[in-house]
């Protein structure tokens, strides 16, 4: 029976993939690295969740990565009333996939989905203090509310998708599987372990807006993603002429463009970057308390070295964010690399009593960090060759290792782990990065968002929490002093800022959206 | 009669070997709903003999008979379902593991295919030797070389074959050194089984004298089973016939041979192609069709399937035996009532002009 | 027929010891809610997620739903795939996306590919096996043997990283990867039947050797048969017992094959699934994707079983054993 | 018939008169000749395909075992300056790179000796662990059989019936992976096969006479099974562990390309291929040289196994250990 | 006494037109093969004939040739990869030298062979009567109803009961002596002139040896068919055949009617292998052994093959190899003395 049913959908699928392959004649195809866990509407606000979902599920407001400004999406206009509330004005006329107009009653449906707390959703963490909710005023405009002051409810606008409430309400798990958005492109199928593929709307509001996002309006057919995690079979995919668009190439790769025809690498600024994690004054060993060590494990990297490796990367300036940010401090230097020094501390720290028998660095990564494991193991033989013995590792089924939450310390022995780690940060504030990585995590407290750090200082925890307040100046100030007093006490090598890349077929010509999102609206053909 | 036989006749020597209503059933128990059942194969019935020191017992049948099993039953390689096996009056089957390898000297056994009875990967010295190893206190080891040589030389090689491997010898060669190994423990009795059935013609004749000097000079009991009677005839004191795991006939080798009572042993004697050209014009007693699967033995006397002269009675009953098996008798229905000379004149003439 | 009843039987018990052998042991790799949310999930969130997961019942109990939703044909839900951040209670259809159609979906698209590999190579090295036994120690029994063994040496991915430079990149003659049409099927399908080709073609060969050498072909010809039907009918049948037997043992590798092979291709199989799942932890759709395997593995053997009885009259299924 | 002896001649004096029936022995030359490890030898000689593997394997052993003294640079000294540098090339400090170096700038010869030594004594010592507990449970089951047989055949039945290496897959993602971890899980999955050989080759040797014999003398069953029936089973077991050794080197590297190979920085095969798969398109020789000295020593050690195999097989040995002819001696 | 018992068994040497020219003789046939230890010679030198309707028996132990010789003939044996020299003429025609396709031909339809396994020599997977079958209906292009009622027909013949009904049985399901009748029958299925049985009963009882043999001797006699008949039992021999051929170490040691040879063997090897046999007509004090034992094909002594176990040898029969003399009508051998030996026996 279940044989037969088998054969019967192997000859079907044989003969329909024929014919479709056939049919898809003006199919942009994108090679992406990997499958979307689901296509619900919180997933895009991050790139990697879901690439090219944007192209179907807007949000209401968008941010300019180069000015830092917002600018209108499905929202025309937005005012702030307070700290707590944000008011929107929505756009007129337009219309989610299945038909629904997108009103003010649809669009406080997806907001309070997106943000509700029962369900667990991983944009939690860029929730604020309060909860969120959205309150109709009329037909096109929606206040949010937020219970806790929160200063960037904007920035959450941003990162929310707007998506039929029709469709929340009466088939939520088609949420999941089926987005049905307001974008230039409709969801089509979802082939699973193969590619998604969405078709073009013809009723996109875009087309006869003259405050439209983007280069230009995107006239294929059908927009296919295609997933593929092996690099090398996505670099193939272009080479063959089977994709436009490659995600996430290789530095490697990138060179290889340049001396090749049919293709070519479009680099330019992300904020993504890489960091390196080393465990201080919570749970760790009490020997990476001593500041000679720490130094010389941040002076025995060779950031131009690690740079090189990773393609497609620059030395960051020995913080954790870039230039453009609230809070960033254009005097710091990285850190100087300079085995020489690191080897003299080392000494000096072992002169002075400090025994580092039995010391292990584990330089640690995870595997969904570009060049993982070569930056592990260059890592590890930078430190080593100062004389301070290491473990390397890659956790690869990388996804979530208990080893990394700060509550699974406590299980452990004290430990001396470097924690190589992707990160990647919306916000143009260094405020949410100094929370989130340095200060002292409240074990105890369920809703506290500070738990990647491992580094406990009142001090720090203090001046934080004061300039977290501070609006303007004062915070670009404050925060840039903070700065400044982490890179003294050597607590997180900023290891490399990571550049957006594509490859790019030739006879189309692809610039970064305003948001950092894959958006067919900005790719043109050249010729 | 030969020396032996009177001295068998008058029961004067030692009993080396004696078998008791021995029995072996094999296969398994198979599962009926909840109960056992036993459905297992016959393979020996009921076989009772003594073995006196120094003589030799034939035990002739067809293959599937379960001469081979019996042979098996009595140096303990199988253990037997019921009945009993002494050696030396020590009661094989009662003995514990460690009693069992020591009672296993006194009794040996030669086999029939010669090339997979020797270990290929061990030289001849030393498969000759390891009984040694086992039961250190037989030969010092220091005089245990010599021996060795004195062990080849008797079977009839030489003390440097002890250096090779059994691959470099012939069949007969081989045979001679599964004898050695035989012999080295010393035993009482040796179990031959079909141990020259393997060897061409021309070799045959040598490991037969040899095991006949053996016998004389060391005054071992040889039980000898073959499917060939003119060998078992060769070397035999007394002989027992089997079919289907049962004797039905036995007795002293020239009495059975020229006068047999079953019809069995009687087929069996004039079925053998005699080779001389001018003795063709004889009758010869032919029996239709194969012996029966032992899974479902007939009923009654287990011959009547194939027995030209089977009456009812023989498909009803069992016939019992008449007289002693081990000494003369015959397991049939109608052995006072049938006359079986005009089939073996090949064997009475030739004793008569011989 | 009560060998077949019997060989169900254990069948069943030997899945039932995978069933629990891969829910405890997998329990070991960590709470499921962290491994779905990610390690900067908040407290609450995952609290949140192991109450509609049902995590925070006793395991045994967990254990005792797992199997009685076997049972019903319901794998459980994905961890990845779908929806199971939100409460239960708030879907109408029950909610989650199931393994089962996860697992069913991908399964006829690994049957294809196995399908096409397996019967490609089987074919071939049917021809070369036998070749090579006809003419034994000739230029072409070396050749096959030389192929043969080249071809079970050879590491499947590094075979389909290579075919792909080589055809796809270079040669552009073949599609890089993925689902789709027939030629789509042709590189993954040439570095997954490497190895069941030269194992085939091997055994093939061997078992053909043996079998000429056996006297009822010397009677075959004695008979005066012609050396075709002697090859093709007296020997193969008998040596068809061997080959379907490594037939069957490497179509169960060839499943593990597959999970390479799908992740180089990118071939939407139930391999790549497998992989996927163990790169995020997806518990449910790991124990599905094992328990998928486990099953075919299951019915190959019982397909072998059936096709010994027919090769082999000596076997029937009454009596078979071991 | 006669049976006088004509005494018309002398017998040869070569031979020993027949009444002495002590002395019938024919010692004037070997019976059957063994085969001599000369005509192995020779049989290997004129095996070209088999005498390269061969040597191949023997150059493998040596730079795998000789790796510390023998590789030019240190495997894990990065040299962020050269990397992707191609086979044959000369840095600007004058190192010469005969295979070129990784994507870290390390000198990919020297990796590949480290990895050989890595990937080969992974297989070894995984056919070796397997072989040891396949082998004693194998011989135990097939000469006590009865319960303990049962017992273990069934196990043994139930593991061949699931497809190792995802099982492999399964174990390794909860232990985690590691050179030892390999080993053990190597170990776990692959002694069934050697139990099953071991078995089914007991079993043959049991019913031969020449453990009757040794029975019948009395020998204890550890005897039994060490002295007469293990060195019996030598031959196969010696092909099944070659081919073992192939098939751990080929799924080390399938599991280091799922990252459950050794940790880095180890070199191993399997791990070189892994991370170096990311550059085929720019750097060939990082993943097509391990994958053909995976290959090759594959291949290697299957062509041996199989020429072994093919010699001592008792029924087609002679056409393998006979010199070939030549054409024009041939008569007809 | 009753059906079951016969008056003669001897059924041979009658009918045997002693003048007719042979319908197959071999002629100086030789066959070597390449070992590992070097090129052996497996028949050397052998020359024989049969008439029609004759049983020619061929005696040998292991080793010796005899079914060596047989399988060239009958060309399961073809060079490569054996050497094979001399000539094989049936009706005039030398088949050696004739390609494969045309011998094929041959087989069966003008000789076929028995073998001594018959459990071995039949395909195991295949049924009792597709094998009897297939190659009347391959060859003769019979339908597969037809063949398998001539199937049926020659199971009759061979004394198969119930015929009909175990055509669709396989041979494992058959006792030995029912295989071998099979195999009879298959070899019968084409109605060959010569049946070469290559020793047919060895593996049997002795009860069941008997009704083979008697069998073999009816359809040969019913049909007119010659037969070969190759055996190391001299018992057998001494029934069935009319002449014999004594070989020893791939050559003839001596050929004679099966009186001549067994009241005048004239050949040491032929007269000491008589008096080896144990006898079943009387209990000897020792067996007249034959010392040594019978060398292998690739150490072949010098000159003579017997010699080192000739109580006859001379220096002379190192040296030189004996040539197969005439000794007198139908009777040679291979011996230097065989004269002064034939004189000896012959005056016993």
Known sequence: ?527 | ?354 | MPYLVRRAGHSAIMLLVVVSFVFFAGRMIGDPAIVMLGASASDTALEQLRNNLGLNDPLLMQYFRYVGGLVQGDLGVSFRYGFAQMPAERFMDGGGTPVMGLVLARLPQTLYLAAVALGGALALALVMGCLAAMYPRSWIDHLVNVLSLASVSVVQFWLGLVLIVLFAVHLGWLPTGGYGSWYHVILPALALGARPLGRVAQVTRSAMLDEMARPYVAAARAKGLPEHRIVSVHALKNAGIPVVTITGDELVQLVTGAILVETVFGWPGIGHLLVEALNNRDLPVLQGAILAVATLVIVVNLLVDITYTYLNPKVSLSSREN | MTQKLLAKTEPDPSVVPTQNANVEGLYDEERAPKLTWKIYLRALFSDRVTLIAALFLIIMAVSALGAQFLAPFDPNQIDIMNRFMPPLSMTDAGQFHLLGTDQLGRDVLSRLMHGAQVSISIGFLGAICSGLLGITLGIIAGYKRGLFEDIVMRLVDGMQSLPSLLIALFVLFIIGGGYFNLVLVFTFLQWTVFCRMARSLTLNLRDSNFISAARVLGCTDARIMLRHILPNMVAPLMVLFTLEVAILILSEASLSFLGFGVQPPNASWGRMIASGRDHINTAWWLVTLPGLAIFLTALALNLLAGWCRAVSDPVHSSRWLTPKRKQNKQEG | MNAMTEARTRVTGDRVDVSAAPIMSVEGLSVGFDTPHGPVQAVDNVSWSIRKGETLGIIGESGSGKSVGLETIMGLITSPPARISGQVLLDGQDILSMPQRQRRQLRGDRMAMIFQDALAALNPSLTIGTQISEVYRIRRGASRQAALDKAVELMDQVKIPSARSRLKAYPHEFSGGMCQRVMIAMALAMDPEILIADEPTTALDVTVQRQIMDLLQEVRRERGMSLILVTHDLGVVAECADRAVVMYSGRMAETATMRDLFRTPSHPYTRALLQAMPRVDARLERLQAIPGTPPTLSHIPSGCAFRPRCTFAQPRCAEEKPELRMLAAEHSAACHFAEAIREETSHD
């Open chain 2, 1 to 354: 009669m030969t020396e032996q036989q009177q001295a068998v006749a008058s029961g004067q020597r030692e009993v080396v070997l004696r078998a008791e209503q021995l029995g072996k059933v094999f296969g398994k128990t198979v599962r009926q709903g909840w109960r056992r059942v036993d459905q297992g194969v016959r393979a020996v019935n009921d076989v009772n003999f003594e073995l006196h020191r120094g003589e030799t017992l034939g035990l002739v049948g067809e293959s599937g008979c379960g001469k081979s099993t019996l042979a098996r039953l009595l140096v303990r390689l199988m253990d037997p379902t019921e009945g009993r096996v002494e050696v030396l009056g020590q009661n094989l089957l009662e003995l514990k593991r460690e009693d069992l390898r020591q009672a296993r000297r006194r009794i040996q056994m030669i086999f029939q295919d010669p090339y997979s009875s020797l270990n290929p990967r061990m030289t001849v010295g030393e498969i000759i030797g390891e009984p040694w190893q086992v039961f250190p206190d037989i030969v010092p080891p220091a005089q245990r070389e010599a021996r060795i040589g004195e062990l080849l030389q008797q079977v009839g090689l030489n003390k440097s074959d002890a250096d090779r491997y059994p691959h470099q010898f012939s069949g007969g060669q081989r045979q001679r050194i599964g004898i050695a190994r035989a012999l080295a423990v010393e035993p009482e009795v040796i179990i031959c089984d079909e141990p020259v059935s393997a060897l061409d013609v021309s070799v045959q004749a040598q490991v037969i004298n040899l095991l006949m000097d053996i016998q004389r000079d060391t005054g071992v009991s040889y039980v000898f089973i073959a499917h060939d009677l003119s060998v078992v005839r060769q070397i035999s004191d007394r002989i027992m016939v089997m079919y289907l795991g049962e004797i039905v006939e036995g007795g002293a080798v020239d009495a059975v041979y020229e006068s047999p009572q079953h019809p069995y042993t009687t087929a069996l004697l004039s079925s053998i192609p005699v080779h001389d050209p001018e003795q063709q014009s004889r009758q010869v007693l032919k029996l239709p069709g194969e012996v029966p699967s032992p899974m479902n033995p007939p009923s009654g006397c287990k011959f009547h399937t194939r027995c030209p002269y089977a009456t009812e009675i023989c498909s009803q009953e069992v016939p019992a035996v008449t007289g002693d098996l081990a000494v003369r008798g015959v397991r049939c229905h109608h052995a006072s009532t049938l006359n079986f000379d005009p089939y073996i004149e090949h064997i009475t003439g030739r004793v008569a002009s011989g």
């Open chain 1, 1 to 527: 029976m279940k044989t037969r049913q088998t054969a019967l959908a192997i000859t079907l699928a044989g003969v329909l993939a024929g014919v479709t392959s056939l049919a898809l004649a003006d199919t942009f195809v994108v090679a992406v690295p990997q499958e979307p866990q689901d296509l619900a509407a919180q997933g895009i606000y991050k790139e990697i969740n879901a690439p090219g979902l944007r192209n179907v599920i807007e949000p209401l407001i968008m941010m300019d990565a180069d000015s830092g400004d917002y600018v209108p999406v499905l929202a025309q206009d937005w005012e702030v009333i307070d700290d707590t509330s944000l008011r929107l004005h929505l756009r007129e006329g337009v219309v989610f996939h299945d038909g629904t107009p997108m009103d003010a009653e649809a669009v406080a449906t997806s907001i309070e989905f997106v943000w509700d707390q029962e369900n667990a959703f991983t944009i939690q963490e860029y929730a604020g203090p309060g909860r969120i909710s959205a309150e109709v005023e009329d037909d096109l405009t929606v206040v949010v509310h937020s219970s806790e002051p929160d200063p960037m409810l904007d920035f959450r606008m941003s990162l929310t998708g707007i998506t039929s409430q029709d469709q929340i309400e009466n088939n939520p798990s088609a949420h999941f599987t089926q987005p049905l958005g307001t974008g230039p492109y409709a969801f089509e199928d979802w082939d699973q372990g193969s590619s998604w593929s969405a078709v073009r709307n013809d009723d996109w509001w875009g087309r006869a807006a003259d405050d439209v996002y983007g280069q230009n309006i995107p006239d294929y057919d059908r927009v296919r993603f295609e997933f593929r995690t092996e690099s090398s079979s996505r670099m193939a995919m272009i080479m063959a002429g089977e994709a436009d668009i490659v995600v996430s190439p290789q530095s490697s790769d990138c060179e290889r463009a340049e001396r090749l025809d049919g293709f070519s690498c479009v680099t330019g600024p992300s904020s993504q970057y890489i960091y390196g994690r080393l465990d201080y004054s919570l749970f760790a060993d009490e020997r990476l308390e001593d500041p000679r060590i720490r130094a010389a494990i941040f002076h025995a990297l060779s950031y131009e070295g690690l740079a090189d490796i990773l393609g497609l990367a620059s030395v960051p300036q020995g913080q954790l964010g870039t230039p453009d940010m609230t809070g960033f401090n254009d005097a710091l230097e990285q850190y100087a690399s300079d085995p020489q020094r690191s080897m003299e501390l080392v000494q000096q720290a072992q002169a002075d009593g400090v025994n580092l028998n039995g010391l292990r660095v584990e330089v640690m990564g995870r595997d969904d960090t570009p060049r993982i494991g070569e930056l592990v193991e260059a890592i590890g033989a930078m430190i080593e060759a100062v004389g301070i013995p290491t473990r390397q590792n890659v956790q690869t089924p990388a996804v979530a290792n208990p080893r990394f939450r700060i509550s699974e310390y406590k299980a452990e022995a004290p430990r001396a782990m470097m924690q190589v780690h992707v990160k990647e940060n919306p916000a143009p504030d260094f405020g949410l990065n100094l929370h989130s990585n340095y200060a002292c995590p409240d074990l105890d407290d369920p809703s506290g968002v500070s738990r990647s750090s491992v580094f406990c200082d009142e001090e720090f925890d203090e001046r934080l929490h004061e300039a977290l307040t501070l609006i303007g100046e004062e915070r670009h100030e404050a925060m840039q002093e903070l700065n400044a007093f982490l890179h003294e006490r050597y607590v997180i090598i900023p290891l490399a800022l990571l550049d957006r890349a594509y490859l790019v077929r030739d006879g189309l010509d692809l610039t970064f959206g305003p948001d950092g999102r894959f958006l067919l609206a900005n790719v043109t053909q050249s010729d």
